[in-house]
């Protein structure tokens, strides 16, 4: 795609959808907008966008086609409407999904000879545009290298993981792993908390230092993953399973639904009676792999 400005389609006008509309009009690239419920492209409008009737006309008038809807369903459902030739544009789906869907995706395009980049946004709508932003893409290169100039309004980091599709998927999938448990632990700390009376406040100060610990051992983790060694010289899965018993409990006294422990007990249990309860924690991702077969 040749330097300067780049004519920008974005279809979606969701809070993410509209921060890359603002992005791409700061960059001086003319933008073209479309949303299945009209009306919600007046302020992007006023900034210069050109809000389009349809999806035809919206893909018509842009060379890079951005598109961040809701789910999968919802990107197939807009782009069926779109036109039975692109030329030469550029889809960049920046939709959440799975793996699986975004190789569907990538087969779609490449029946109709579009070229085909599927990306994973890391960073919150407020960081679209900044040096913050983190954008993981996978596709072809030469697709890559097309977009690229243009993505770049996006701002931030953007990381090529290669040529097969699903890869930013599969990376964005395994940290909303994170996000959401860790999100659901801390709303299910704060019930446990309070139901022995301790105030949201109070407990914010120590629960914030449990966050600390977490970078270094994340990295010790891969260490100890990479290289099969599990030394259990820092705390070991047999007392982690003493640990997690008693938050159970507690909780199962105040009425308090404890499933997600209750599941992260069944695996420690397996490592145990598979022999791992003195080696460290990491051990659990070996016994993770087996614990979704009967
Ligand atoms: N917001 C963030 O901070 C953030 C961060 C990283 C990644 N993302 C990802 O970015 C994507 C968009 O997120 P978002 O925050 O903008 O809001 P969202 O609520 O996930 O998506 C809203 C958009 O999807 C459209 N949509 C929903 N169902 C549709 C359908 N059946 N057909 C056509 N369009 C449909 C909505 O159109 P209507 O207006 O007509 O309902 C709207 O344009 C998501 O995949 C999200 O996971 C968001």
């Not at 599969?170 to 709303?187: M, R, W």
Request: net charge negative; hydrophobic share 45%; charged share 15%.
């Amino acid at each position: 795609m040749h330097t300067g400005p780049t004519p920008v389609t974005v279809i979606g006008l969701g809070p993410m959808g509209r921060a890359l509309v603002s992005a791409f009009l700061d960059a001086r690239h003319p933008v073209t907008v479309w949303n299945r419920t009209p009306g919600k492209a007046a302020d992007l409008v006023e900034r210069g966008a050109v809000a389009a009737d349809s999806v035809q006309d919206a893909v018509g008038a842009g060379r890079l086609i951005v598109v961040c809807l809701i789910d999968y369903e919802a990107v197939r459902a807009a782009l069926a409407q779109s036109p039975a030739e692109w030329g030469d544009r550029l889809l960049v789906n920046l939709t959440s999904g799975e793996p699986a869907q975004a190789r569907q995706m990538s087969r779609w395009a490449s029946s109709r000879r579009i070229g085909y980049l599927d990306g994973a946004i890391l960073t919150p709508t407020q960081a679209i545009g900044t040096p913050s932003a983190t954008v993981l893409f996978s596709g072809a290169r030469d697709v890559y290298e097309a977009a690229r100039e243009p993505m770049g309004a996006v701002g931030g980091t953007a990381v090529h993981l290669g040529d097969e599709p699903g890869r930013a998927s599969a990376y964005e999938v395994a940290l909303l792993d994170i996000f959401a448990t860790s999100v659901y632990g801390i709303v299910h700390a704060f019930a446990l908390a309070s139901a022995e009376g301790i105030a949201p406040e109070r407990f914010a100060t120590f629960a914030t230092g449990i966050g600390g610990l977490l970078p270094d051992m994340v990295r010790r983790f891969a260490q100890q993953i990479q290289s099969g060694h599990y030394p259990g010289d820092r705390s070991t899965i047999a007392s982690a399973a003493s640990g997690i018993t008693h938050a159970i409990n507690t909780c199962l006294s105040h009425g308090i639904g404890a499933g997600m422990l209750t599941a992260a007990r069944s695996v420690i249990d397996r490592a145990v009676a598979d022999g791992h309860g003195p080696e460290g924690l990491a051990r659990l991702t070996t016994v993770l792999h087996e614990s979704g077969r009967p």
